[in-house]
């Protein structure tokens, strides 16, 4: 486990489980990929129920497709030992098992974990670590979140207080055959548009203008269709950082985010 030949192996395998399903692949194979995919639910629903019936004290937090945590009293160790020893004989499969402080879960694919040497494992909402290829849109949400979750940080002052503006900015992506423009209104109380390019960096501010996709019409139709992107709320383009310098954040709309992930967690 954890060694640098097993995560290439690791990997090797789930390139070929990944092209099974990929009808370009030399390696497409429906029926392989239909028998790991059912198999591996089946097996890890058995592990599931007999730890539900096994070990005193139990509570199945969250299962998905390639494990399970379980909430359970220390004493519950040895049990919770001898079910996955035996389902291991079993199956011919070798379990991972890891001990969490504390977990913060919205739902089973967006949760905040706090392993027990206190580093912290982020999915889906939660995460903030991003590669460059991917979306870091208001990356201050999941950041003050975390501090909130796992420090009891206050939102508003934490929010308030965040050094680095490039966290409040978020992106909006859309193709060429669609466009995006901003609404402003005028003095003269009419509304006037203007076009922005196609990927656009903004921040949600208090004065600015309305963003709107401009999209082509449905099959069947003739009108273009015009959908709001943060629609209530107002932004600025910061294409160039430039523009954000004298821009007033709206601090509402970061506050409610991160409302959303601490708020009502299980």
Known sequence: KGSPENAMLKLALNGV?????????????????????????????????????????????????????????????????????????????????????????????????????????????????????????????????????LEGAPIRETMERWPDIMDFMLRVKVPRSSSLVIEYREPDGTDEQHPLQNTTRYLITKSGGHLFKVMPPLKGKELWRQIGVEAGWKVTPCNDIVESWDAKIDFDYYVQEVEKLVNGLS
């Open 17 to 149: 489980y990944g092209d099974s399903n990929n009808v370009f692949s030399v390696f497409y194979d429906p029926l392989f990929t239909m028998r790991i995919t059912l198999n591996g639910q089946l097996l890890l629903c058995l592990l599931a129920e007999n730890i539900m019936l096994n070990v005193p004290g139990v509570k199945l937090i969250q299962c998905n497709t390639d494990g399970l945590t379980v909430r359970m009293p220390h004493g519950s160790s040895f049990a919770l030992k001898m079910v996955c020893e035996h389902w291991e004989k079993l199956t011919k499969l070798t379990l991972e098992q890891v001990n969490y402080r504390r977990m913060c879960i919205r739902d089973v694919n967006n949760y905040l974990g706090q392993y027990e040497n206190g580093k912290v494992k982020r999915k889906g909402a939660y995460e903030y670590e991003m590669e460059w290829h991917q979306n870091h849109s208001a990356l201050v949400v999941p950041k003050v979140a975390e501090k909130v979750l």
